[in-house]
């Protein structure tokens, strides 16, 4: 069962980081399409820079999984490394319940916003509602609820490793 659910949690945690990078790449694209538009042709989209904004939301929300995953996210480097092994595993524990309600909080008020901005639209795109931006705080979060559990049963601390 948990060989299981590790292989789904990596799965998940992949398709939110390469979502994250198609975020990434929408959000450069776009700029770079401003830019040209702006400076070169003086004629700005102005819709292109609420998507810029939009995608870089959903690029950050959907990259915390990863984070979380590989316990770079809530970092207590000093006092586990000088911890014996039991202690590693109750400060484990107490990482997660943090982070779960950190992560429960983000998705109960994400949806509540999400809810209450459907009746808002986008100025440049008034055809695209708010509720799709607010959106990434809860899907985000359920991302990271699954890697806060895949790092609980398959603890990795590789904090110091990934602020090189």
């Known amino acids: 069962m948990k060989l299981l659910f590790l292989r789904f949690e990596r799965f998940t945690t992949g398709l939110a980081m390469v979502i994250a990078c198609l975020m990434m790449?929408?959000?450069?694209?776009?700029?770079?399409?401003?830019?040209?538009?702006?400076?070169?042709?003086?004629?700005?989209?102005?819709?292109?820079?609420?998507?810029?904004?939009?995608s870089l939301i959903w690029m950050v929300f959907m990259g915390v999984p990863l984070a979380f995953r590989q316990g770079a996210m809530v970092s207590v480097d000093v006092i586990y490394r000088w911890s014996p092994a039991r202690l590693k595993r109750v400060l484990d524990w107490v990482v997660f319940f943090a982070a779960q309600?950190?992560?429960?909080?983000?998705?109960?008020?994400?949806?509540?916003?999400?809810?209450?901005?459907?009746?808002?639209?986008?100025?440049?795109?008034?055809?695209?509602?708010?509720?799709?931006?607010?959106?990434?705080?809860?899907?985000?979060?359920?991302?990271?609820?699954?890697?806060?559990?895949?790092?609980?049963?398959?603890?990795?601390?590789?904090?110091?490793?990934?602020?090189?």
């Open 101 to 164: 309600a950190l992560v429960l909080v983000i998705i109960w008020w994400g949806w509540d916003y999400a809810n209450r901005g459907k009746v808002q639209t986008v100025i440049g795109l008034e055809s695209i509602s708010m509720f799709w931006a607010y959106l990434a705080m809860p899907v985000g979060g359920v991302f990271c609820i699954i890697s806060l559990i895949g790092n609980l049963l398959d603890p990795q601390h590789q904090e110091l490793e990934t602020a090189l």
């Open 25 to 54: 790449v929408i959000a450069a694209s776009l700029g770079m399409f401003q830019i040209i538009t702006r400076f070169i042709l003086e004629q700005p989209a102005e819709w292109s820079e609420v998507l810029i904004r939009f």
